[in-house]
């Protein structure tokens, strides 16, 4: 007997997985209204799970353990702990309007959590599709994102922006997804990276740095009292050529934001040329390049990961930088498919000496986004 069956006494009436991600590059740049170039992990989080006409919620996770809340109850704050990003789905579907009442939901997830690669927004997905079939809503896959972004701002009180949950719902297998984040227009570009004979490291830093979840939504309203300062809507609406003249008109204290802001975009519709041209190394230099960027303008890296990226470089990879939100969370490595396990080892050696925990290691393919499984 499975889990499920186990936990409720009869079957499921179906499963879905939702997969974490890895962003390639446009870091800092949803909230700002600007360009992502995610792609989605093999690694997802499952929801068996069957619909409930009483109005209970229960909730399971291999991790997590056992949770129930009457769905009439749900209000921001009112579930604590994992428990509180399903509940907070099935809240922002009701905030959205849909009639959606209880269920059971049995989660098992190997998507690492706290490592920076959205294993909230893969727990969010998983239960936003399997309420979306459950209930017939017929939401599209950015609508159930939208959901799930609205959950986890407004009910578990994270301020992300739209990145994590798109990825999760929209990405495809072998292809990277090129998304505005103004309009939520997407276009799926292809990276065939055995194709190229390269392969793509995730090195789990294994730490993240409490200032984090203080700090990015700091930097998220610094962004947003610079657009405000530039009579702009979002820092999106600021092009390379008017930097020069956008930043004397700031505090000094906004001035790096900006310019990582600015060039950021810049380095996704770089990406984006790189691999539309079939020239996937070429990559390298741009994740680099926004490595700097992010450590030195937005100053959100932390030595665990800078020393991951300088390793992973010094190794012979094309280029490296960290992903997710920073302090700490997982970095990407571009680097030669031969080269893999020999790039991984060096960091990993270089983590020891410094007195580190050794990093976990991914090897990352694109794969394909949330879906129905059976
Ligand atoms: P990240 O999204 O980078 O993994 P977050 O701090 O945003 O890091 O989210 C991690 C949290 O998400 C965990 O602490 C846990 O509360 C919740 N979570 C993610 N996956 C699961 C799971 N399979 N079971 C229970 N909780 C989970
Ligand atoms: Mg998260």
Redesign the pocket.
């Known amino acids: 007997m499975n889990t499920f069956s186990r936990l409720y006494g009869h079957a499921p009436e179906g499963e879905w997985a939702a997969p ?1 991600r890895v962003n390639l590059i446009g870091e800092h740049t949803d909230y700002n209204l600007g360009f992502v170039l995610p792609i989605a992990l093999p690694q997802t ?1 499952r929801a068996q799970a069957r619909r409930r006409d009483d109005g209970l919620l229960r909730l399971h ?4 353990g056992s949770a129930e809340v009457a769905v009439a109850d749900l209000a921001p704050g009112s579930v604590t ?2 428990a ?2 399903p509940a907070a789905v099935v809240w922002a579907l009701r905030e959205a309007g849909h009639d959606v009442g209880g269920a059971e939901l049995s ?3 190997d ?13 969010e997905c998983a239960v936003a599709i399997a309420y979306n079939d459950l209930y017939g809503l017929g939401l599209s896959a950015p609508e159930l994102a939208l959901v799930a972004q609205r959950a986890e701002n407004a009910y578990v009180g ?1 301020p992300c922006g739209i990145m ?1 949950q798109m990825a999760s719902m929209c990405c495809r297998a072998g292809a990277a997804l090129h998304l505005d984040s103004r309009d939520l227009a997407m276009r799926q570009v292809p990276v065939d990276l055995a194709g190229a004979g390269l392969a793509l490291l995730v090195l789990d830093t294994r730490v ?1 740095h409490d200032l984090g979840d203080g700090a990015y939504a700091g930097l998220r309203a610094g962004c947003e009292r610079a657009a405000r300062l530039l009579g702009l809507t979002a820092l999106r609406e600021l092009g390379p050529a008017d930097l020069a003249a956008a930043l004397p008109r700031l505090p000094e204290e906004l001035r790096p934001l900006v310019r990582h802001v600015v060039t950021e975009n810049e380095r996704v519709s770089e990406a984006v040329a790189h691999l539309a041209a079939g020239a996937l190394a070429a990559l390298g230099p741009v994740l680099t390049a926004g490595h700097a960027s992010l450590r030195d303008d937005y100053r959100v890296s932390c030595p665990e990961t800078d020393l991951a990226v300088d390793t992973a470089v010094a190794a012979g990879a094309h280029g490296a930088r960290m992903t ?1 939100g920073g302090f700490g ?1 997982s970095v990407i490595a571009l680097v030669d498919a031969e080269a893999a396990e020999a790039v991984a080892a060096d960091v990993t050696a270089a983590f020891l000496a410094k007195g580190f925990t050794a990093p976990r290691t991914l090897t990352a393919t694109p794969a394909e986004g949330a879906r129905r499984t059976a």
Do not use: M
């Open positions: 974490g989080v996770s291999t991790e997590g702990g994992w509180g990003y989660l098992d997830s998507v690492p959590t706290g490592a920076g690669l959205s294993s909230s927004a893969a727990l994270v994590d993240k997710g969370g």
